[in-house]
Nanobody
Framework: QVQLVESGGGLVQPGGSLRLSCVAS????????MGWYRQAPGKQRELVAS???????NYADSVKGRFTISRDNAKNTVNLQMNSLKPEDTAVYYC??????????????WGQGTQVTVSS
């Protein structure tokens, strides 16, 4: 059974920084894409950033230049460094792993989410 666990959310003032981490556990052979999504109240879940096993990255326009995604393939972890945070970044942030090859087969998995609140 593959599980994703996020950590690092919290309350931060505008202009501040947070670092989110996600670790995938289980009998995992490989993960193709790992990414971060967010969902604010009353809004649809949206992609924040993603990274392939080869290191190719993709960012939402709203976070380019402020957020940086990274991963450790050997440890099945993905991190999101968030700088210059704005109130509009407030949301529940979810980790997603796609193209997961594991003892359970092949699939896509989500974490339970971590709250990020940007407020003075």
């Amino acid at each position: 059974q593959v599980q994703l666990v996020e950590s690092g959310g919290g309350l931060v003032q505008p202009g501040g920084s947070l670092r989110l981490s996600c670790v995938a556990s289980g009998h995992i052979f490989s993960i193709y894409v790992m990414g971060w999504y967010r969902q604010a109240p009353g809004k649809q879940r949206e992609l924040v950033a993603s990274i392939t096993s080869g290191g190719s990255t993709n960012y939402a326009d709203s976070v380019k230049g402020r957020f940086t995604i990274s991963r450790d393939n050997a440890k099945n972890t993905v991190n999101l460094q968030m700088n210059s945070l704005k109130p509009e970044d407030t949301a529940v942030y979810y980790c997603k792993a796609e193209g997961v090859r594991s003892g359970s087969g092949y699939g896509t998995y989500w974490g339970q989410g971590t709250q990020v609140t940007v407020s003075s």
